[in-house]
């Protein structure tokens, strides 16, 4: 039976194995860094919700945001 792969969802990080086991100080590097993608990511979330909040909060209130 072939499976279709589903596209992987853009907000996902890929799930990506090394080819050999990972040194301390690698994995802590590797570990620093998905932390600095989540912050990044979980950021310009806030920012996304934080424009649509706005926006519907001023349509609701009758004004138009320009």
Not at 9 to 19: L, N, Q, S
Not at 22 to 33: N, P, R, S
Not at 36 to 45: D, G, I, T, V
Request: aromatic share 4%.
């Amino acid at each position: 039976m072939n499976k279709a792969k589903q596209a992987a969802d853009p907000e996902e990080t890929p799930d990506i194995v090394p080819d050999r086991p990972l040194t301390g100080k690698e994995a802590e590097e590797d570990y620093q860094k998905q932390l600095a993608l989540l912050e990044q990511q979980n950021k310009e979330r806030i920012e996304i919700i934080r424009k649509w909040e706005s926006s519907n909060s001023s349509t609701q209130n009758g004004n138009t945001v320009i």
